[in-house]
């Protein structure tokens, strides 16, 4: 039994260690889901449909989108029900599949700063909102579920600046999108469900609560940190 017990003992500070890398890397990269390098030539270079690289780059985008992952983690932090876990990654995944695919195909343009700035802000939101932050200072609760669908409409326009940018070719666009947008899916799928892992092997440890908000302020610091980048982008134009 005590092996047991003991076994888990390192999951806090891998959780923690997990959060604070998230919130570096976040912190760090103005970019964080841009695509660069040989990605970006292989897209801007694509002369009709190529159903499995973008899948391939769609999953690969979201599992290194930092801030992305740092709004989800914020999200799923202090569900414990599956079906709850389901329906606000469904709304996120709704709304930012309906503004990748309306900003790439209906060519919306938005400020990429501007966007990324707000894709900041929802990461500080969730982490102020699990904080208990709307209660304890304004005395009301703001709907989480409207919350979610909403941001993840921004987070699918940050999603859509970066496309629109390689200026792709619009012979087999609509399969290349919605293969892409498959794979940001299936990316997301996999970092969700090593978070929840992570996430509920801490929860079953004592000292849980008092390192939960430790984590959850980390949080809400990278979201305006990110903020404050993006913005200093918008003002002095820095290179994204």
């Given at each position: ?62 599992v290194t989108g930092y801030d992305h992952l740092l709004f989800l983690l914020g999200v799923i932090f ?70 979610v669908f909403g941001f993840g409409l921004i987070h699918g326009f940050g999603l859509a600046t970066k ?23 299936i990316g997301q799928m996999i970092a969700l469900t090593l978070m929840f892992a992570l996430i509920l ?40």
């Open positions: 039994m005590k092996n047991l017990i003991s076994t888990p003992q390192g999951a806090p500070r891998a959780a923690m260690a997990t959060v604070l890398a998230l919130a570096l890397m976040a912190a760090s990269s103005a970019a964080a889901h841009g695509l660069g390098g040989k990605d970006a030539a292989f897209v801007a270079a694509t002369q009709g449909p190529d159903i499995v690289p973008f899948l391939y780059l769609g999953a690969k985008h979201m202090f569900l414990y029900r599956m079906k709850d876990v389901a329906l606000y990654v469904t709304l996120f995944s709704v709304g930012h599949s309906l503004t990748l695919l309306a900003g790439v195909l209906g060519r919306i343009e938005m400020n990429a700063y501007l966007v990324d700035a707000i894709i900041g802000l929802s990461v500080a939101y969730k982490a102020f909102d699990n904080l208990g932050g709307f209660r304890t200072l304004f005395g009301v609760q703001p709907d989480t579920r409207a919350a496309l629109q940018a390689l200026e792709l070719p619009e012979n087999g666009l609509l399969t290349n999108m919605l293969s892409f947008n498959v794979g940001v899916e092997g801490w929860r079953s440890l004592p000292g849980y609560r008092r390192m939960s908000t430790a984590a959850n302020v980390v949080i809400m610091t990278a979201g305006f940190v990110l903020i404050g980048f993006q913005l200093g982008g918008l003002v002095y134009g820095a290179p994204s």
